[in-house]
Structures are given as C-alpha cells and as structure tokens.
C-alpha cells in the first residue's frame, strides 16, 4: 500500500504547518487528486480560515468522533475545487475530546474514498500532536531557519522516532536567500547537518503568503509566487516525482550572472 | 547485634574476607571500624580483602580507611567493588581489585596479558533534543548529541560525532573522567563537579577531548596516544 496519509507538524508553534497543509491540499487538488485535509487543532482552528471555509462550517471532527454526524456531512468540499475537502475542527472543545484511536478509525473510514489525506497537527508535544501523528503513513516536519524552531523540530523528530513512524521528512519554510548568504540565518545545510533527515522542500519567505492568507486563497494558486512554485515542488515530491529544488539564491540564477558579466566588463 | 550484621568477616585462601553489606556507606563504614576494633586481635597479621558491593567510594576515603587500618596493625591487600569507579579508584591507590588471580607475590616475573576493562554502555544512534542517556560507568555514542540532548555517566564519555548537548562525565565525583569527540562544542561541559562552556569556534573542527587539568576544564587535541 502507498503511503496516502501524509501529517503536517513542527513542535513550534507559528512555523507554517497550516498554511503547508492549506497548500500542499489544494496543489495536490489541482493535480486533480481527491484530497481531504483534517484540522487537528481542536480548540484552535485555522485550517478552515487559510482556505476560506469558514462560513461553511456545520459540522466539525468532534462531531464525528462522538457520533453527532457521520463523516462525510462534516467534509467541506473546496469552493474552488471540487475533489478538495476540509475536515474542521471543534472550536469550543480542547484537544482531550478526541483520542488517537479515534483519529486512525476516522482515517481509516477515509482511506478508501481519497487519494489524498493532510493532517494539519497543532503545535506541542502533548495530546494535540499525538492525535495527529497516530493515523499517519508520513510525517512531514516543518521548520524555519531559527535555532528555537530547529531545536524544536529535532525535539519532535526524535519522538516520531520514538513512536516508529518512520523517518520523518522536511520542509524548510520562510528562507530569506539574501540573508543566508550574508551568513545572517541559518542555512539549509546547517539545518540538515544537524537534523539529518530527508528535506522535501525549501520555501523562501514571500509577502504574497500573508496577503493570500488573509484573503483565504492559497499562495499555490498563484502561478506568480516563488512560495507557490515551491509548494507546488513539494507536492509533486510527494507524489513520487523528481523535482529539482528552486534556484533561490537570485544572484546565482540567469540575470544574477548576467549582471555579474556586465559589471566585469565595465571595470 | 545488630551491627555484627552489616560486616561478615571470613578467613580464606587469599586471606581474610570482610564484607560490608548494602547500607548507607557511612553507616557501614562505621560497623566496619567497630568491627575491627573489636576482632583486632583476631585479625593481626592478616592479609585483608574489604568487599564493598555497589558503594560507590572516593579514593581519598579508600586511602583514609587503609591508613586507619594499618594504625590498627592491618594491612589492606584488595578492594572488591561492582563499581567500576571503587574499582578505578582502588586501583589508583595500588590495590587489588581482583582476588582469584594468582598472589601477587608469585606475579612480580609475569606479565598480564588478559585484561578486565571497565564497564560501559555503547549507543548506536543520534540522541536528539530531549532525549537522556545516564550511566554509572562509562558512555559510548556512536551518532551525534544535538543541543537539548543530555549524557551523564559516572566515568568518561566518548562520542564518535558531533557533541553539541549537555555532557557530564565523572558524574559521581570522578575528577579524572575525559570527555572525548569528534567535534567538542557542547552546550555545557561538566567532569564531577567542574563545569565549563564552549567558546565559539572558528576554523576546522578536529577531534578534542576534554578533562580537568589544576582544577580546570580542558579541551586538548584528541590524538592517537592521548590519554
């Protein structure tokens, strides 16, 4: 059996696993997968907000869990996509409502309808997170070039570890090149010398991600934005292909060497 | 009575056998004195072998405890301990450790060839952030320690990587643990009760191996011979 059930987690909080999860959702959609994303922050949601759902909300994963409605009245379907779904979750509850023998029975009512299923894990080590991580195939890491972030993402590798979920993989969000080279942030290389795992993307810092969160759109949708572009990698990664990762340091792609020429040929 | 209790003295072939049974170290160390105060008679001339089981005993207290015995007349031939550090330290101050070797006055024109060692656990993984490795004896990593991991051991530590979290070697008073890595930069450094930080690093990383030297954390190159 392939691996279909992929959960978004980081051990900090304020990382980006939502807005991963909201993205890799909707590219994997766009594919034309049959795609459906669980909010597994209860008592915090935001999966909902990111892709624009909100007002739909009837029912939530709480409600499945304790019986009110069965599974597929609480799937949202995408209001763009129509083989995208959302699974939201319980506001006015806190992560003890749901047990991780409830996730992989409601995961595993979910497998047989989908090709696709995005975990979007709270941040923490406790309850929240090992509800999400229970029903998981895959565990996806997600982390910033900051110390704190990366002590907290090795924190939470080792307890996937330990929970033998397999080696987890990651993705490097909200890299700022120009800073990198500067020797100013953390650079990939310094992140997988000590985390040692397998990276599955690199996603530069981009204003557009805040606007598109604001306005419930996700930044893949925008064929323009380098954020895009690398989750959009990163969804294809997922999916089994070879994509080689984003030239990000401007100076080195095409205009960053032609500018380079002409500057020596005016000396 | 009571006290007869916590030391057995038993004549055999090596010589005479004293054990001390599991207590709280200062008491029985007190019934030992007793003890030997009451039997000292008993005992004159004899080669004595003091069997500490799992106490863990300073070398300073082992000297003491030899120089009281021979005040009484006594003379202290071997410490047995199932602590290695007891052991080391009964071995620092030139006693036996072992009894069912060949006296040793019979020894002086062969040489050893078959040796002990000292007990140690190995670790064949990375300990990352939050994770904790503690051993009485000694410790051995094979993988990295990342910063928020931790390793304490009552004798040296060696990791064969990069050493970047808490490390405390000695851990039970032993000033002459090491700590040995392929790439020293822990968060902390502690050998018994001395504790130091790693001053950034510039330039290459080579092998280091840190001990105390006049009271002080040392890092020097770890090299082939170092010891």
Known sequence: ?267 | MEERAKVQIKGIREGLLITVFNDDWPDAKSALQEQIKQQSEFLQGGRLILDVGNHVIRAAELGQLRDMLTDDGLALWAVLSKSPITEQNAQSLGLATRINKPLPERTTHSIETALTGEEAVLVRRTLRSGFSLQNSGHIVVIGDVNPGGEIVAGGDVVVWGRLRGMVHAGAEGNEEAVVCAMDLTPTQLRIAGHIATTPKRRGKVHPEMARIVDGQVVAIPWQPKTK
């Open chain 1, 1 to 267: 059996m392939n691996d279909k059930v992929f959960t978004i987690t980081s051990g900090k909080g304020g990382v980006g696993k939502t807005t991963a999860t909201a993205n890799l959702a909707t590219a994997l959609a766009v594919d034309g997968k049959r795609v459906v994303c669980i909010d597994a922050d209860i008592g915090l949601r935001n999966l909902d907000v990111v892709l624009g759902l909100e007002n739909r909300i009837v029912y939530d994963l709480v409600d499945v869990v304790e019986g009110r409605c069965r599974l597929r009245q609480a799937m949202i379907r995408d209001k763009r996509l129509p083989n995208l779904f959302l699974i939201p979750a319980a506001q006015t509850r806190d992560k003890t409502a749901v047990s991780p023998s409830d996730m992989v029975r409601l995961i595993d009512e979910l497998r047989r309808e989908s090709d696709w299923i995005l975990i979007d894990s709270p941040a923490g080590i406790e309850r929240g997170f090992r509800n999400a991580i229970a029903p998981a195939d895959v565990v996806v890491v997600i982390t910033n070039p900051e110390i704190s972030a990366v002590r907290d993402a090795d924190r939470i590798i080792g307890l996937i570890e330990a929970e033998e979920k397999g080696p987890a993989r990651l993705v490097l969000n909200r890299i700022r090149p120009e800073m990198v080279k500067r020797d100013d942030m953390l650079s990939p290389d310094d992140v997988l010398e000590l985390l040692a795992v397998e990276l599955i993307g690199i996603v530069p810092e981009d204003d557009q991600v805040i606007l598109s969160t604001n306005r419930g759109v996700p930044i893949v949708l925008d064929g323009k934005s380098k954020a895009g572009q690398a989750f959009r990698n990163i969804a294809s990664r997922l999916e089994g292909q070879k994509v080689p990762f984003l030239e990000l340091e401007s100076s080195n792609g095409f205009f960053g060497r032609i500018s380079r020429m002409m500057g020596a040929g005016g000396d």
